[in-house]
């Protein structure tokens, strides 16, 4: 299964856009080829844009970046037991990692969307990430194109301790 590909389109000025809504509609994606001529990439409906909001107008699937994420760490911590000694309550303490590889021959962004449910606190996290709402992480992260050595790397390591998980 490869990573979704979509492209993020902003209704403002900095985009040469922003002077009325864009309707929805069939949006067709071209991109030039460097040989005077375009490519096409793919097409989705595309909704009503407001001036100033964004859409984003997904393509498919690309081949050309790899994610592979291993949890390294699920460990319960803190445990909290009841009268007859029976655990009723805990946290954990977790470690994931992700590599994340570039295969293309120019370089890409990356927008990954991580899901931590329940209550959570991050210990340690190597890139930056954007809190999306109570669960949800969301990292930019920039790829360099591939070299003559191998793909671009960037690895990412999150450590966060999911909070008060009650036992069945």
Not at 43 to 55: R, S, Y
Not at 131 to 151: M, N, Q, V, Y
Request: net charge negative.
């Amino acid at each position: 299964m490869g990573i979704p590909v979509s492209y993020r389109i902003v209704n403002d000025a900095a985009s040469s856009l922003g002077q009325f809504a864009m309707w929805g509609g069939k949006a067709r994606l071209f991109q030039d080829d460097g040989r005077q001529s375009t490519i096409f990439l793919g097409e989705d409906n595309a909704p009503l844009v407001p001036v100033g909001e964004k859409m984003e107008l997904y393509i498919g699937d690309s081949r050309d970046i790899v994610v592979t994420q291993r949890k390294m760490r699920e460990a319960q911590i803190n445990l909290r037991k009841n009268d007859s000694e029976r655990v009723v309550l805990y946290d954990t303490d977790e470690i994931i990692t992700a590599k994340i590889e570039n295969f293309k021959d120019g370089p890409a962004t990356l927008t990954m969307i991580q899901h931590i449910p329940g209550q959570w606190d991050m210990e340690e996290c190597n890139l930056t990430y954007t809190r999306k709402d109570a669960s949800t992480l969301e990292f930019e992260i920039e790829l360099p194109a591939r070299t003559a050595e191998g793909p671009a790397v960037k690895e990412l390591t999150m450590h966060y301790h999911r909070r008060n998980i009650r036992t069945r």
